[in-house]
Structures are given as C-alpha cells and as structure tokens.
C-alpha cells in the first residue's frame, strides 16, 4: 500500500457571468496542496494546516477537506488511519473555489492514496459534502471544473447532471483579488429571491450563448455573453472599484469580465497571453489608485483538473 | 424586373422546453405560401388569403404578412405596387409560428422578387415588425428560425443577437397539434412575472445543456434538457390530456417533449423517423381518448428556411 500522497487541486472560477450555480472553470494557478497518510493509528487526524493564518479549524469533521474522507472512509470501510496536511496556497473568501479546491484535493488525493479507483462521478459526490460545510449549500459549480478540469456545466441537481464543455485553445483568464474577504454563505443571503422575467430570459439567453460560443471557438460570442443581470447588481458594490476594474479589462481587450463566484476576485477572458497580462495590469492599476493591495493571477484553461505531484 | 414570386415559409417550434423567448427549430412541414406580385398600380394590397377560414385581416397595415412589406417599401423607397397572396397551409393560434412564417414569407419573397440582396439580419427585423402585430411583442424565437432555419438561438435583443445553432443529422420532430385555439398576445398575459431563483437556475442550466447537446450531437443530453420551469406549469393546464400527451412520448421513445411555443400544438423529438411516427401515434391516441379532434405533423429539421416555389 502507498503512504503518502501530495497533490495539487485548482482554483476555480464559478458563475462565469451568465452560469450562476451551473457554469465554472479550472484554473492553472493558483490552488491548494493536499498532502495524506496512511497510519498505523486508526482514526482521521488534520496535522497541520499552512497558509490560512489560523483560520481553518483541525476538526476534521467541520474541515471542508475533512469531511469527504470522513465520508469516503465510512461508506468504503477503510480501516487504515488517515493524516491530512492542508497547505492553502490560495486565498480564501476570495470568490476563487478555495473551499472546492481543498475538498477535491482531499478526494482525489485519498482515491489515489488507497486506489479506490472511484470515477470523477463518485468523488464528486464526497467533494460536495466538504463544499456544504464551507458554503451552507451543496452547489457543484466550483468543486466540478476543480475535479473534472475545463469549463463544466452543471445542468441540473437532481441527481447532479455534469457535462464538460471544450473550450478554445488560446483562452487566458486574468484573476484579480482585491484583498478583501467576503463569505459566499453570507453573501448568498443577500441575493433576490426571484428574478424578473425580462432579467431571467437575458440570463438564460447569455447561458446558452457561452455554450455555443465556447464549443465553436467563437471567442467574441464567449465575451458578449459574460454578463450577469442576477448577481452581479448585488454583489458588484462590495467590491471596492468594481465598474472600474470591468472597464479597464475591457479596454484593455479583454472579451469579458465579470465576478469570480461571490466575489471579490473579479475574473476576465483574454485569447492570447500578452492581452490577459495587459488587462491584469489596467485591473491593478484600479485598486492602486485607492491604495488597496491585490493579486493578480494570470492563468490558462486547467484541463485536467487535481493533479498528483508526489506519491509514495 | 420579375413580376411574381410564390415562396414557402416554415411552421417553427419556438422555447424549445427551456428556451422561453430565445431558442427555436423549423420544421421541413407544414408551412405558409406567400405570392407576391409586382403591379403597375401603386401601393400595397392583399388580394386573398386561402386557409384562415376568414379570419385573417386583408388590411395590409393590420396583416402580419403586410406589415413587413409595407416597412420595406417605405424603407427603400420602393414605387411599383405590390399584390399579395397568402395562403395559410398550417393552422394558426396553435403555437407554430403561423404568423411568423407569413411574415417571414412576406420578407423573403419581396428580397428575391425585386432583387433587394438583404441579408437574413436585415430581414429579421421587418418580419419582426410583422410579429409585432400579430403577439404583441417582437420575440424572435419563431422569425429567427423561420428565416435562417435550423436551431437559432436569440442571445439578446439589443440589438438581436442571432446565434445559429448545428443539430445532429437525425433528428426528427413529431407536433400535435389539438384543435382548440390559444391566442398568443393572451397566453403571455397569464405568466408570472418574476420566477423563484432555484426555478430559474434549472432553467438556464437546461438551456445551456441543450446547447452542448445540439453542437456535440449527444441526443440524450437533448433530451434531458427539454423541461420547463417557466411556462410549462401554467401553458400546460390549457392542453387537454397535455401530461398523458408527454408521458406517451416518453413512453413511446421521444427524447424529449414539451409546449410548441405558446401551445395548444406539443412537440416531440427523435432519433430516428420510425420512433417519431410512433410517438405522433402514442400522442394521438390520448386526445382520441377524448374524442378531440388533432393532426400529427412528423418532419426532419428544417436547416434552410424559407424557399422559392416559382419565380416568374
């Protein structure tokens, strides 16, 4: 039997504009490290955690990487003991999947660990259940593109109807996260409790018109139809400069620009490299002028989803 | 100059299930003819209409086919007098696009028969002024596909943005359409205004599925996909036998079925012809059951639309 395993899980990008709950996508970078082992003490034990400034708790049972292998360890029997090392190498509340991320890393990780050899389908499931401690709702937009890799389509949940998407080859997001924390449970309690027919007939417009363009590689569709008439009214004024930043990106040539889940992180679509650096430049320049610090991460389509980096 | 034309324009098959408003399929039959004359009097007439059992108006200003060519003389400043014939060849009130195919036929024929070179953009928006009329909104789902033919779908409407949409070869559509009669401008008045968000969610999650099924030709994916959160619920109660009709379907191997645009008419899709008469069989037996009185239309997607009968 293997000991130990390290992997990699993705940032994600959930909404994408029109997609709210349905529609996200991988990120090359950034994203978490997972690290797993066996032990001779039977048990689920979270040793250490790094990178989140002592903000995440060790009790497996309330850690959102914690809880799929509480459940991937009971329903599947596994007697073995489990140590987990959670390494956040991404920011957290920051709209970017990081709860996702740590939840898929955790499954991906122990079904290679023990080789459980169970399909993205399955994990899903266990990856869902770490989301619901993180976010309050087992919505699948970002653990799905973290899992399967790619833009993902969640067209329904009852049950979970995944559908992976091709996208263009020279597809480049630009991520900026202002450093500010905003709480996606919080900030789901804020949103209307319907939507106006005209909004909901745009939404679903804008939905079925990034499919298209992102299966016919029509890069001005996949930006004409980066648009939000649900969320993003709301959420878009917590983000200091939020009109601002949009703006610039696409000034800057960006195809689209909108908010990454519930934000802060604002994302933009680019089709070629040099562009997507040009825009994270312009969205910088945005956040400097009222001095508030922010990262910017420059990435293209993760295909692939987790990856292994060490496995011993 | 030529001096008479005589076209066809397609019955369509708009929402789609979950499309409301912005996705829509023409049909190889029924459809309209449209006879356009020039004359050497000036101005426009309609000089008969076949088919409308006299309910159709021969005022050209009031008349869906007339609107349109009125818009275009006055448009291109064009001076011969033109005579119209329409013939309805499809039942209308029955939510396939009657009025959209005599308004689209209109267009068409007066394009070719004085040689205008528009394109289908520029035509969509004088046989929009034709729908006008006759719903009292310039939806697009049943022109748009009625002009270009194939799926379309409308990412938005300012300005209208068409989205041409390939469909797998084997695809076939089985219509019911019941004879009772259900006035669009009066079907629209009775939908909600707004939708609960987990309703609308589903919806958009739908559409954009079925997107991903049409361009990558995965027929259950379509299938899946054509359910309706919106107008369904309420349209539904107006069909007689509307959940045995759909159950039938099902049951008899359609991939999907749901409302034809407003209703009365339910269509079905299939993977293949045979399985399509056998769900138009399945259909009907249930408004037999009922003593109502229905005609089955079974037909390929129409990837054209409109068409030249005779150009003299």
Redesign the interface.
């Known amino acids: 039997m293997r000991k130990e395993i390290r992997v990699f899980a993705p940032a994600t990008v959930s909404n994408v504009g029109?997609?709210?709950?349905?529609?996200g996508f991988a990120l090359d970078t950034p994203g978490d490290e997972i690290v797993l082992r066996t032990t001779q003490r039977s048990g689920i034990t979270i040793t250490k955690i790094t990178g989140d400034d002592g903000k995440l708790t060790l009790d497996p049972e309330k850690n959102t990487a914690g809880v799929p292998i509480i459940e991937m360890c009971r329903e599947f029997g596994i007697k073995c003991g489990i140590e987990m090392e959670i390494h956040k190498k991404m920011p957290f509340g920051s709209g970017l999947g990081s709860s996702a991320a740590s939840a898929v890393g955790a499954t991906f990780a122990l079904n290679h660990l023990l080789e459980l050899n169970l399909s993205n389908k399955e994990l899903l499931r266990f990856a869902q259940a770490g989301e619901m401690i993180a976010s309050g709702s087992e919505h699948a937009d970002n653990v799905a593109p973290c899992l399967y890799g790619g833009f993902i389509?969640?067209?329904?949940y009852k049950p979970v109807?995944i559908?992976t998407?091709s996208s263009p080859e020279n597809l480049f997001c630009t991520v900026i996260h202002p450093h500010i924390e905003i709480s996606t449970k919080e900030s789901r309690k804020l949103?209307?409790?319907?939507?106006?027919?005209n909004d909901?007939?745009?939404?679903?417009?804008?939905?079925?018109?990034?499919?298209?363009g992102l299966?016919?590689g029509d890069y001005e569709?996949i930006g004409?139809?980066i648009?939000d008439h649900?969320a993003e009214p709301v959420r878009g004024k917590f983000i200091p400069q939020y009109a601002q930043i949009k703006e610039a990106a696409l000034k800057s040539g960006a195809l689209g620009c909108n908010i990454s889940g519930s934000g802060p992180s604002v994302f933009a679509l680019s089709s070629d490299l040099e562009t997507a650096k040009k825009v994270g430049a312009a969205m910088k320049s945005q956040l400097d002028k009222i001095e508030l610090a922010s990262d910017i991460y420059i990435s293209g389509i993760n295909r692939k989803g987790p990856k292994i980096i060490e496995l011993i």
């Open positions: 029109c997609g709210f709950d349905v529609m389509l969640i067209r329904g109807d559908v998407l949103l209307p409790e319907s939507i106006p027919v909901a007939i745009a939404q679903w417009g804008n939905c079925a018109a990034l499919v298209a299966l016919t569709l004409r139809s648009e649900f």
